[in-house]
T-cell receptor, first 115, second 113 residues
Framework: EPEVTQTPSHQVTQMGQEVILRCVPI?????FYWYRQILGQKVEFLVS????????KSEIFDDQFSVERPDGSNFTLKIRSTKLEDSAMYFC?????????????FGPGTRLLVL | GENVEQHPSTLSVQEGDSAVIKCTYS??????FPWYKQELGKRPQLIID?????GEKKDQRIAVTLNKTAKHFSLHITETQPEDSAVYFC????????????FGSGTQLTVLP
């Protein structure tokens, strides 16, 4: 069964550095999402992406965040200048089309630690 | 925006007993309600979902019920097994528009052997 994949699984960075988190959505999916989960808390929506543009974004997704689909398979989340409070698990998700487009499948996550 | 409340935050049951987790939502426009199971350090995995045009859905030992009038929905797990131990998250969204999921705060279910 196809799955969403993410790299790296763990990333440690210094405050103020840029990080890029990578995701490969399920191949025939059209909608892509980023969520984050601070340790022990609920999963929070960051941004959704369709047809090469942002569909929705939350208040968390401020100017330091950006998303891109640089080719036909990858979907990336960039954090320009990381802060301590960006430490979290970041999940990518994707969903298909038609009647199943609301069913979101999650990747294994990237655990980001900002020091 | 949507707000989803979930309770209890922790639930311990004996193996073989049933477990019930409840969620309420605030936005009457929400019409899609998935449930995810998350084992420690793993991805959230969809276990069942329901749309607002039905009141109940079952899949083997798992069922979800929805009360649109009261804006609440519940997950029922029967004949619990130790492998059911995990954090369960409810979520709400608007079906048909591939929009964001708003998650509840999670329930840590422990099934005691």
């Amino acid at each position: 069964e196809p799955e969403v994949t993410q790299t790296p699984s763990h990333q440690v960075t210094q405050m103020g550095q840029e990080v890029i988190l990578r995701c490969v959505p399920i191949s025939n999916h059209l909608y892509f999402y980023w969520y984050r989960q601070i340790l022990g808390q609920k999963v929070e929506f960051l941004v959704s992406f369709y047809n090469n543009e942002i569909s929705e974004k939350s208040e968390i997704f401020d100017d330091q965040f950006s998303v891109e689909r640089p080719d036909g398979s990858n979907f990336t989340l960039k954090i320009r200048s990381t802060k301590l409070e960006d430490s979290a698990m970041y999940f990518c998700a994707s969903s298909g089309y038609g009647a199943s487009r609301e069913t979101q499948y999650f990747g294994p996550g990237t655990r980001l630690l900002v020091l | 925006g949507e707000n989803v409340e979930q309770h209890p935050s922790t639930l311990s049951v004996q193996e073989g007993d049933s477990a019930v987790i409840k969620c309420t939502y605030s936005d009457s426009a929400s019409n899609y309600f998935p449930w995810y199971k998350q084992e420690l350090g793993k991805r959230p995995q969809l276990i069942i979902d329901i749309r607002s045009n039905v009141g109940e859905k079952k899949d083997q030992r798992i069922a979800v019920t929805l009360n649109k009038t009261a804006k609440h929905f519940s997950l029922h797990i029967t004949e619990t097994q130790p492998e059911d131990s995990a954090v369960y998250f409810c979520a709400a969204s608007i079906w048909g528009s591939a929009r964001q999921l708003t998650f509840g705060s999670g329930t840590q279910l422990t099934v005691l052997p």
